[in-house]
């Protein structure tokens, strides 16, 4: 074992660069190699285990280690069947980055984020090949509530994630200079605007306003040119760009198929509000609910069947991470995940990391409106960033006037 840590610590730079690229290109295009990737990193953290860095770093340690107990609140009341553990599967991936990437040096750090702002950078060629070479499909495409092919299975929101992650990481990397992390940092942003989104919307306005609030502003007259600067933004990118304006025309369309007779389950909105009101429905008739994880599916298919005999229900968990926890390991498991989902603010506060506390405030707002954290996609874009934002002083990296 001794041997194998010398080697990892040696070549650490090199071999974990590697490693991650390899588990980038599995995010972006295949399960099974990210999969098999989060093993070799459990491995890697077996080997590099440091009785003295996981005191330094307990908290965040114990806090990865959390979730997996809070697990088995939803995981009794099926507790042999297989489908319980498709979610254990997930989650583990937080211990797996949290000890791993922990026990990494800053310099080694800072390779791993320049691979994944990279990898995520010319992840984005995809995307524009499709708003180059088929604009008119594309279009056509938005205005029907979709977007343009991407990778991660054309797992849209997930993706905007991964590149908001980039955005997120990218301003915390010192071995790059600030021209050039503006450079990355705008094609990044004018990405996560084209893609229409309402996610990489999200991320952009809590990512951008947060870092320019924090660094820049001092007055209240810079607070109001700032929003002013990011209003003006946001009705442009309507004028300039025509996906965006297909985007917000659908998303107003879609709403209105909520009211009244007109409602219809199979458009995007109507459907994750169908399946929220119903979750919500399940809870009121037994606010003692838990059904375990594997049986959500059911219990929404059920209801749903119910209230829409007629039609299909397309998902099979709610839009709402909250409502997902509460579902599978009633109120108490709601809670108690509540409060490890804030926790990480709570140290970030303490060592005035506001990078960790950009993305987690980010994060939390997607279970809002998404089951982020109960997909392997999700799961991997909440706890890799957590473990390359750790330990950082948002003070020191502010950039020079």
Not at 281 to 299: E, F, H, S, T
Request: some cysteine; glycine content about 4%; overall charge positive.
């Amino acid at each position: 074992m001794k041997s194998a840590q010398s080697f990892i610590q040696k070549k650490s730079g090199i071999f974990y660069s590697s490693l991650l690229f390899i588990m980038l290109i599995g995010l972006l295009y295949s399960r099974a190699v990210l999969s098999l990737s989060q093993i070799v990193w459990l491995v890697t953290a077996i080997f590099s285990f440091n009785k003295e860095n996981s005191k330094e770093n307990k908290p965040i340690v114990i806090w990865s280690s959390v979730i997996i107990i809070l697990f088995f609140l939803g995981a009794w009341q099926q507790f042999l069947i297989t489908e319980t553990y498709d979610y254990l599967l997930g989650i583990i991936v937080y211990p797996i980055a949290i000890l791993s990437i922990t026990t990494l040096n800053e310099s080694v750090k800072n390779k791993l984020k320049l691979v994944w702002v990279t990898v995520a950078t010319l992840s984005c060629l995809i995307p524009i090949y499709y708003f180059l070479f088929h604009q008119q499909q594309t279009l056509l495409v938005y205005g029907l509530g979709q977007v343009v092919f991407t990778p991660m299975d054309t797992d849209h929101v997930r993706y905007s994630i991964f590149l908001a992650s980039a955005l997120t990481l990218l301003f915390t990397i010192t071995t790059l200079n600030f021209r050039v992390k503006m450079a990355i940092g705008t094609f990044l942003f004018l990405m996560l605007i084209v893609l229409a989104v309402r996610t990489g919307w999200a991320a952009l306005a809590i990512i951008s306003m947060s870092m320019l609030f924090i660094w820049y502003i001092k007055t209240p007259i810079k607070l109001f040119v700032l929003v002013l600067a990011f209003i003006t933004l946001s009705v442009a990118a309507f004028f300039i760009f025509p996906q965006v304006k297909q985007k917000i025309d659908y998303t107003v369309y879609d709403w209105q198929l909520n009211k009244g007779t007109n409602y219809n389950a199979e458009y995007s909105d109507a459907a994750r509000f169908s399946i929220n009101q119903i979750a919500f429905q399940i809870i009121q008739q037994n606010k003692n609910i838990n059904v375990g994880w594997a049986k959500i599916p059911l219990a929404l298919e059920s209801e749903f069947q119910i209230k829409y005999p007629s039609k299909k229900l397309i998902f099979h968990w709610p839009f709402n991470q909250f409502l997902f926890w509460y579902l599978g390991s009633g109120w108490w498991g709601c809670l108690l995940f509540s409060l490890w989902l804030i926790y990480p603010v709570v140290w970030a506060i303490k060592s005035k990391n506001y990078f960790l506390i950009i993305w987690q405030v980010f994060i939390v707002c997607t279970c809002l409106v998404e089951s982020t954290l109960s997909l392997q996609f999700g799961i991997f874009l909440h706890a890799f960033p957590i473990a390359l934002l750790h330990k950082i002083n948002s003070e020191k990296l502010k950039p020079k006037e």
